[in-house]
Nanobody, 127 residues
């Protein structure tokens, strides 16, 4: 199983970035997916999640209204469109594959519900 996040970079506050997560070796279709992030010296935190069909999404309070999660099941790829970026969005962003045995609920905000994790991509937002 491989998950690889792409698209990070250095941007200014107010700019946008689009992250992608390419997957292989797992049942992408039928599995919920999520994005998490970890800033230096801080714990990993939930960013957003999407159910298997894309019909249901979750966002952290800090990202709702600015970030949009989506997926392309045919391409087995997860996306995160990030707008109006703030310096506090600076972190390494990770994509994760939800445990296929667990339902997509509010608990999908919890890292423990995810079975596979990818390598992150650094997002740095300057003020």
């Amino acid at each position: 199983v491989q998950l690889q996040a792409f698209g990070g970079g250095l941007v200014q506050a107010g700019d946008s970035l689009s992250l992608s997560c390419a997957t292989s070796g797992l049942t992408f279709t039928g599995r919920s997916m999520g994005w998490f992030r970890q800033a230096p010296g801080k714990e990993r935190e939930f960013v957003s999640a999407i159910n298997y069909s894309g019909g249901s999404t979750l966002y952290a309070d800090s990202t709702a209204g600015r970030f949009t999660i989506s997926r392309d099941n045919a391409k087995k790829t997860l996306y995160l469109q990030m707008n109006i970026l703030k310096p506090e969005d600076t972190a390494v962003y990770y994509c994760a594959a939800h445990s296929i045995n667990l339902p997509f609920t509010q608990d999908s905000r919890t890292a423990g519900n995810y079975a596979f994790w990818g390598r992150g991509t650094q997002v740095t937002v300057s003020s």
